[in-house]
């Protein structure tokens, strides 16, 4: 029987926030934990730090509630939406794809003809929201919104497929984290952070500001369980993964042994990562003020950056375990 | 001297993320010209030299002493490797390598190849991608997995050679021939009186985009931090305004990176002293030590020494010792002049 919060988890995924607009994200998740933690705060950057008291070493855990996204660079006299990306956003996942404005404005992506397929470019696209007009569009939007995909959240047995799941699944880890710890050994800064998608901006400030003593950034990272996909030894379902690696940080070896540790004495299924492109707020951290002693907990997901995101049940609840395991050590 | 401890430097095994051991030949070198030794979080070495001065001023030397290499990715099923880069590594240079896996024990392994016999035609004029490429440790998957685990790092396995005259080749010149620099100028300094605290950093993480040298410049926060590092070499295939040449001295940096009165203090001395110098321009991001330091708190006046090196990011990089004395030399005679000085003045634009 699946411990999984399945109203929780649809909430924190069919919210809208991507980079820079997080607000609406950012008061569910504030409004989910207010009786869970001692004080709760927001940064000048808007990250939501919620901090669980204790005596001991001071660690800060980080999951990005930003998503990716786009925004509307021009509108044009029949109303259609020219647009540009919000972090890493392929012009081949987003074609004919529906997107949701603040307002649940809703759209869908079309194009311009093409010669050939590859030619494809989001320069080449636009946003169509059923109007016949500039000035009926611009009653509902403006340049400058932002939108993110919209997609519905599904729960199939052990798998979850949505929108966003990088990275409120690592919130949602986070936020089951928080509520899981009743007396903790050490001072826990859950920090919910923005702008991780473009460039871990949210974290970086973020660290400055809590200063810990170690750094657990939960996130998604990628697998190598599809057909004929790209060589890496991570599975969806075969548990959290303890990252050794990827383009933003080497994980400090200390922090993985510890992890590694903690997951063996407690039989928590894990595996160990080696992400070859994509970053993570670990990279930030670890390099804030004179260093941080870092590491990632990162939940396997096929297809990261896709309207349809997917991981499994199972690892969820592995990476929740190894996170609280680990923040009463 | 210098020759000895670039070849113990670059024997060692210290792959990005991983410089411990290369951290204790530093040490063993350092400790005797230095007042403090301190590690960071980071796993950075700090070699401290008080200066005379009561409120002195404070200058970082860093270079880093990291290397590039392999990591693990996969074990396949019949026990051979698969590999993935830390830093630039040119996959070019890869085929038949012989490198180290540092397992629960160093294991040795070759990069295997293809027989020309039967390659096919349009194969022999590609080069191999990395992700086809395997590393052989002669053991079955079972056996394999008793010593490796995911995430090892992997070395190339290379001693240093002696070629004519003062050049030297092996792998990770880039950049221990800048932490022999930094040797080579705290041991002028034993000889010599200065006012400013001497930091001689030697840095991790450097080639995957200077994450030590951030930190430890924070934490040290000096007034001026000089990078040493390595610069393009001129070869036949390279054009000569891109490049400085071996055994001509140094390099100085000058550009935005680098603040322009400590360039103009560094030719300065070079002149005095008759050092040999060259000019290094670099307009935008030097990708050293020097353009993490520069934007650390409220700035840091930096400059940027360049060991001219041939054949970078391969095995058989290749330095003139002369070059190193020379940079040495000039870093020390560098921080003597600054006795006195009142540096706020100095560095005013």
């Known amino acids: 029987m699946s411990k999984i919060n399945n109203d929780l988890l649809k909430k924190l995924l069919e919210t809208f926030g991507p980079s820079g607009n997080e607000e609406t994200i950012r008061e569910i998740i504030r409004e989910e934990i207010k009786d869970y933690a001692d004080e709760i705060k927001v940064d000048a950057l808007g990250n939501l730090i919620a901090i669980k008291k204790g005596q001991g070493k001071k660690i800060m855990v980080a999951g990005h509630m930003d998503e990716i996204g786009i925004m509307v660079s021009n509108i044009d006299e029949n109303g259609f939406l020219r647009f540009t990306n919000i972090g890493g956003v392929s012009p081949f996942t987003a074609l004919y794809q529906r997107v949701m404005f603040v307002d649940g404005t809703l759209g869908v992506v079309g194009m311009e003809k093409l010669d050939e397929m590859k030619d494809l470019a989001l320069s080449k696209m636009f946003i169509d929201i059923g109007v016949y007009s500039k000035e009926e569009a611009m009653k509902k939007v403006n340049v400058g919104d932002v939108a993110c995909f919209y997609t519905p959240f599904v729960q199939n047995g052990d798998y979850i497929m949505s929108k966003a799941l990088d990275d409120r699944i690592g919130c949602y880890v986070a936020i089951e984290a928080l509520k899981a710890l009743k007396d903790c050994a050490n001072e826990v800064y859950f920090v919910f952070t923005v702008q991780e998608e ?25 697998t190598g ?13 075969n548990g959290a993964a303890i990252k050794v690696k990827d383009s933003s940080i080497l994980t400090h070896p200390e922090v993985k042994k510890l992890m590694v540790e903690v997951a063996k004495e407690n039989n928590i299924p894990y595996q160990l990562e080696i992400l070859e492109a994509g970053g993570t707020d670990s990279g930030a ?17 096929r297809y990261v950056h896709s309207p349809s995101e997917m991981v499994s049940v199972k690892d969820v609840e592995s990476a929740i375990e190894l996170l609280c395991k680990i923040l009463q050590k | 001297m210098v020759r000895e401890l670039l070849k113990e430097l670059v024997e ?7 410089e411990s051991e290369t951290a204790k030949i530093v040490e063993k070198y350092f400790r005797p010209y230095s007042d403090e030794i301190k590690l960071d979080k980071m796993g950075s070495l700090s070699a401290i030299k008080k200066g005379k001065s009561q409120n002195p001023n404070r200058i970082m030397l860093a270079a880093h002493m990291d290397e590039i290499g392999l990591m693990v990715k996969k074990i396949d099923e019949k026990g051979f490797i698969q590999f993935t880069n830390v830093g630039g590594v040119d ?11 540092h397992g629960k024990e160093d ?12 390659l096919e035609a349009s194969e022999r004029k590609k080069s191999v991608k990395m992700e086809d490429m395997l590393i052989d440790v002669g053991l079955s998957k079972e056996e394999a997995e008793k010593y490796i ?27 221990r021939a800048g932490v022999a620099v930094m040797y080579e100028c705290l041991r002028e300094l034993s000889n010599m009186n200065h006012d400013c605290d001497v930091y001689a950093v030697a840095t991790v993480q450097e080639e995957v985009g200077y994450r030590g040298a951030i930190p430890a410049a924070f934490n040290i926060s000096p007034d001026i931090g000089i990078a040493i590092d390595v610069g393009f070499a001129s070869t036949p295939e390279l054009s000569k305004d891109d490049t400085a040449d071996l055994g001509k001295g140094p390099a100085i940096g000058f550009g935005a990176n680098i603040h322009p009165k400590v360039y103009d203090r560094l030719i300065k001395i070079a002149k005095e002293y008759n050092i040999p110098w060259q000019q290094d321009i670099c307009p935008g991001a030097t990708g050293t030590d020097a353009w993490g330091m520069q934007v650390t708190r409220c700035g840091v006046a ?10 970078m990011h391969t095995s058989v990089e290749t330095v003139d010792i002369n070059d190193i004395k020379n940079a040495g030399k000039l870093l020390a005679y560098f921080i003597v002049s600054l006795n006195g000085e009142d540096l706020e003045g100095m560095l005013c634009y």
């Open chain 1, 198 to 222: 473009v460039g871990l901006r949210g974290a970086r400030t973020a660290a400055y500001g809590v200063d810990p003593d170690m750094g657990i950034a939960i996130d998604v990272t990628t």
């Open chain 1, 225 to 237: 369980d599809t057909p004929k996909c790209k060589t890496m030894d991570v599975k969806m379902g």
């Open chain 1, 285 to 301: 951290i670890h390099i804030t003020r004179s260093g941080v002693p870092s590491g990632v907990i990162s939940i396997p997901c």
């Open chain 2, 12 to 18: 060692t095994h210290g792959l990005t993320g991983y």
């Open chain 2, 91 to 101: 996959q070019r240079t890869l085929l038949t390598q012989e490198v180290i896996i």
């Open chain 2, 107 to 118: 294991l040795f392994g070759v990069i295997g190849s293809k027989p020309p016999h039967i």
């Open chain 2, 149 to 175: 685990s995911l995430g090892d790092p992997i070395t190339i396995r290379r001693k240093m050679l002696n070629l004519q005259d003062d050049m030297v080749a092996g792998k990770a010149l880039d950049d």
């Open chain 2, 302 to 311: 930096t400059g940027l020494l360049s060991i001219p090196l041939r054949y």
